[in-house]
């Protein structure tokens, strides 16, 4: 029988979990509730106790709740629930994750539900769903879902969110997915709206050469969710055109890297072809939106939502410094493409956001602190749009996936 495991606070939400569990299993669902509460007694019975999850990360219950800090006993039973969690999973007795909560009760929740792997059915009922949820989303699949009142007692509303929210979490975990045939090896590529033409190209040259290629979005949680399937063992070789989401990491802007952006292909010893794509662009969102610091550079109006700015000589050379360290950290075969006439489709000779003495900076310092004992460089008299690049770029990939295999 499929089970959902429900994390929460049964001190402060232990009858609605029971609610909930009590739907979920109408749905022929088995539950295992597990309580991550610390203060009060648990209003209702947990599968697996305080006393455990505290356990799990050699903690004490009691102790927690003596010290009086409420910060560091939440940080302490989100890393205990997190524990259990992966530990259910592996034991086969995990086959979707729920929780019910407000702000701090999502925050420990959907800790232990980012500690899963990609693919694993995630679903928090939470009152701060209707805002920013990038902080209990981060980079994997947890899906949110507002609970439009406050999570304090059954009524009219919310026992008709908690039984959706039953019917979602029994729905997913009995869902499979049918076989899509051939399971061909994965390859994962970085893209932006300026680098499409060059990812697509190599996409589908991949493609004919027998591969999946999985395309993310670089914006910044585009980025981390490659770099978390990544980790999760799935991937084959990287394809990373498209580093963009270091500028705003340098700049402040709002689509920044990841703090393992580009690491984590290196510190598994797969095969990657890295290049710089969109490292000529910040990203803000309207053109009101922008620092009043930033007022005087070279500013683009993307769309009515985004306005890009143009990365100065400083702010390249810093981003170079960082993607030469992160390449020289790699253990596995690791290849640089160096587009020399543009590292965008606006960054083209002609273009708002042609510059050569930023290109300069950014070429030279990557000359300067690049070790190439250990990372191949392939500077190429071509933008990073055109065909001819981007198919050198598949096909060298192609050649160490082969040699690496």
Not at 89 to 106: C, I, T, Y
Not at 331 to 345: A, E, H, N
Request: proline share 5%.
């Amino acid at each position: 029988m499929p089970t959902v495991v429900l994390v929460g606070t049964l001190d402060t939400k232990g009858r609605e979990y029971a609610y909930l569990a009590d739907r979920i299993r109408e749905h022929g669902v088995d539950v295992v509730i597990v309580d991550a509460g610390i203060v009060g007694e648990p209003l209702s019975r947990p599968d697996v106790t305080r006393e455990e999850v505290a356990a799990a990360v050699g903690a004490d219950v009691e102790g927690l709740a003596a010290a009086g800090d409420r910060g560091a006993a939440v940080e302490t039973m989100s890393r205990g629930a997190a524990e259990v969690v992966r530990r259910l999973h592996d034991e086969g007795r995990l086959d979707a994750v729920g929780g019910l909560g407000g702000s701090g009760g999502s925050a420990l929740a959907t800790y232990a539900m980012r500690q899963l792997p990609i693919g694993v059915p995630k679903l928090m009922v939470s009152t701060v769903a209707s805002g920013d949820t990038s902080p209990y989303v981060g980079s994997v699949d947890v899906t949110m879902m507002y609970s439009v009142v406050d999570i304090s007692g059954v009524n009219q509303i919310s026992a008709r969110i908690m039984a959706n929210a039953a019917g979602a979490l029994a729905g997913m975990a009995k869902a499979t997915v049918p076989p899509l045939g051939e399971e061909k090896p994965l390859i994962v590529a970085s893209m932006f709206g300026v680098t499409t033409p060059c990812v697509t190209t190599a996409r589908e040259h991949l493609e004919e050469l027998g591969y999946e290629v999985l395309v993310f979005h670089q914006t910044g949680a585009g980025g981390g969710s490659m770099e978390e399937l990544i980790k999760a063992g799935f991937i084959t070789g990287a394809l990373d055109v498209t580093t963009t989401e270091f500028c705003d990491q340098v700049a402040g802007g709002v689509l920044a890297a990841v703090p393992d952006r580009l690491e984590s292909a290196g510190r598994l010893g797969i095969p990657q072809v890295v290049s710089l794509g969109a490292l000529d662009m910040v990203n803000f969102g309207p053109m009101e939106t922008v620092p009043e610091r930033y007022r005087d550079r070279n500013l683009y109006v993307h769309n009515p939502t985004i306005t890009l700015m143009r990365t100065t000589p400083d702010e390249c050379r810093q981003i170079a410094e960082i993607i030469a360290r992160k390449l020289n950290a790699a253990i596995g075969p690791t290849v640089l493409f160096v587009p020399l006439r543009g590292v965008s489709m606006i960054a083209v000779e002609g273009q708002v956001f042609h510059d050569p003495e930023a290109d300069d900076a950014l070429l030279s310092t990557l000359r300067e602190h690049l070790d190439t004992s250990k990372v191949e460089v392939h500077e190429v008299d071509a933008d990073v749009n055109d065909p001819e690049f981007a198919l050198a770029m598949a096909n060298r990939l192609h050649e160490l996936i082969q040699v690496a295999r």
